[in-house]
């Protein structure tokens, strides 16, 4: 089976295909472009033009790499929520538009789950982790529990890729900041004190970003600043996830989104795994961050299990929670 799916949350586009052999995920194309604001975060408008631009081209490229056709596609997928309203209702105007050319089948999937999917789909040995999730708007600790994906811990205000982004705009960095940051937090040394939010499993990063902006504005080094935003963040994001883990006597750790590429996360993440004796997995980074492939595989394993959509039903929704879908795919 064949499944093209398309991928608009935030300010990515992307439009992949998955082809199922046997039960693996073999990933036939995976193409993205990203909104890039010329100043400020992302405007939802704007980057719905973009991705409005965009996705005829990108269908188009996805298909002509490979060496399928439109009538080999089975399965038109599309990222239902959670996410920005004029970013998912263009992504999904356009998988509607799609399914209903090429006279196929149509499913909405969520956005987080499809991040854990992918992971279990192209990753060998992985098969029940714990997925921490870190991107630009989400932050969480997600892992499938009496049949539900659930989420253990969250952020309780922004994302930790949006905590990075942001304290790299008010120093004039270029947006995405998080690559940025890491760079100059491998050449601090000196840790300085900051808030370490936790509250139960949940975590907030805004005290941590407010406290280290006042020391850039107190002159301390800025290598130091970053680097003791990176300990602190991701020290919390490592405890949350170990004590889900803990919970759930889970023996596998996933990362996902756009910030597990940073090298000091994963050293962390790993670090810890390793300690209890877990395995600890990362995707490539194509998959990894927001992409059309990880909703391509989601979609197909939903329909494959038995689940439909009419055209009347994909509305999406802004505030799709993981633990709202229904999990027909595993046990
Ligand atoms: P996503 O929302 O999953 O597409 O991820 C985008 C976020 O990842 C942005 O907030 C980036 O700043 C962040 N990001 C990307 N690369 C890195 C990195 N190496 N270290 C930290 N954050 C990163
Ligand atoms: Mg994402």
């Known amino acids: 089976m064949i499944c093209l799916g398309i991928e608009g949350t935030a300010h990515s586009i ?11 995920c073999q990933v036939l194309s995976n193409k993205i472009k990203t909104y890039q604001p010329e100043k400020g975060g992302i405007h939802p408008r704007e980057a719905a033009n973009h991705h409005a631009a965009k996705i005829a081209g990108l269908i188009h490229e996805s298909v002509r790499v490979t060496t399928i056709d439109f009538s080999d596609i089975d399965l038109i997928s599309f990222s239902q929520g959670p996410g920005l309203g004029p970013c998912l209702r263009t992504a999904a105007t356009a998988a509607r538009a799609l399914a209903l050319t090429i006279e196929k089948p149509l499913i909405g999937v969520n956005h987080c789950v499809a991040h854990l999917e992918i992971g279990r789909g192209t990753v060998r040995e992985c098969t029940d982790p714990v997925l921490l999730y870190v991107s630009g708007a989400n932050t969480q600790v997600i892992a499938f529990a009496e049949k539900k994906y659930r989420v253990f811990g969250e952020t309780l205000d922004i994302g930790i890729g949006n905590c990075l982004d942001k304290f790299g705009r008010a120093l004039g960095l270029e947006f995405p900041c998080g690559p940025k940051i890491e760079q100059l937090a491998a050449k601090g ?3 300085l004190p900051l808030p370490y939010s936790i509250k139960g499993m949940d975590i907030a990063f805004s005290g941590l970003l407010t406290a280290s902006e006042n020391y850039v504005k107190k002159g301390k080094n800025l290598e130091d600043v970053c680097f003791s935003m990176q300990e602190t963040t991701f020290a919390m994001l490592t405890e949350v996830t ?11 750790v996933l990362l996902g989104g756009g910030v597990a590429s940073n090298k000091r996360l994963r050293e962390m993440v ?6 209890r004796g877990a395995k600890f997995f990362v995707p490539t980074r194509d998959l990894c961050i927001d992409n059309g492939a990880m909703i391509a ?3 197909l394993l939903m329909y494959q299990s038995g689940c439909r959509m009419s055209i009347d039903n994909s509305l999406i929704n802004q505030r799709f929670r993981t633990d709202m879908v229904e999990v027909t795919w595993r046990d």
């Open 14 to 24: 992307g439009v992949g295909i998955i082809q199922e052999r046997k039960g693996t």
């Open 189 to 191: 040394s000196q840790y």
């Open 242 to 252: 170990e004590r889900a883990m803990a919970h759930t006597e889970k023996q596998e």
């Open 270 to 275: 790993q670090t810890m795994a390793l300690n």
């Open 297 to 299: 595989w989601l979609g």
